[in-house]
């Protein structure tokens, strides 16, 4: 039989209880604030950007979708074929694009509440990011590149043939624009800094 060493009693220290605060009990508090106050805070800003979408980015590119749509069905039903006019919808397309890049990099602007400095430095930024390395083509370029008369569109033509009806020779015209248009672009794509 073992024996059974008697322990005297511990006297137990009452410790009162204290509520437990976080360590991080200002951030705690101050995101409890931020909760309740950040929908009246952050609502216009929202409501700010909802309306810009779909009151002046939404309806100009769809109108333009749309329209293109359009106008190709007319084409279509004018000249009993499909019509080639793909690039020129993806150039209007572009277009738009930089358009809209313009109004939305004024709308960050004002939503960003930026000075007339920070405006200046933010849309030199934003508007001269993408093309910086292309090569800009102008009217004149097109026109010494083509050999074409400004005063004549086609210049000297050798597809376009004596008699033919209008309609075909405005496809014929066409046409040859395309090709030549296609054949610079090549060029340039090729060679980017040879100005011909």
């Known amino acids: 039989m073992r024996f059974k060493k008697k322990v005297p009693p511990v006297n137990r220290i009452s410790i009162p209880d204290t509520p437990r605060v976080p360590m991080n009990q200002a951030l705690v508090d101050l995101g409890r ?31 333009l979708e749309n329209g293109l ?7 279509r039903l004018a000249l009993e074929e499909e019509p080639q006019a793909g690039k020129y919808f993806n150039t209007l397309r572009t277009m738009m ?5 313009v109004k939305m990099a004024n709308f960050m ?30 009217l004149a370029d097109l026109i010494k590149e083509l050999g074409s008369d400004p005063k004549t569109p086609m210049g000297n033509n050798p597809d376009v043939r004596p008699g033919a009806n209008p309609r075909q020779l405005k496809r ?9 248009t296609n054949s610079m672009i090549e060029r ?9």
């Open 69 to 75: 749509q359009d106008g190709v069905e007319v084409l």
């Open 172 to 180: 014929q015209q066409m046409a040859q624009l395309n090709r030549e």
């Open 109 to 138: 602007s004002q939503h960003c509440e930026l000075n007339a400095e920070e405006k200046l430095i933010f849309m030199d930024l934003a508007l001269t990011r993408d093309t910086q390395d292309k090569k800009q083509l102008t």
């Open 97 to 101: 694009e930089q358009a809209l890049r």
């Open 33 to 63: 604030f931020y909760q309740s106050d950040s929908p009246r805070v952050l609502a216009p800003k929202i409501n700010a950007a909802r309306d810009f979408l779909i009151n002046v980015i939404a309806p100009k590119v769809l109108a």
């Open 188 to 196: 340039n794509k090729k060679n980017p800094n040879d100005k011909g």
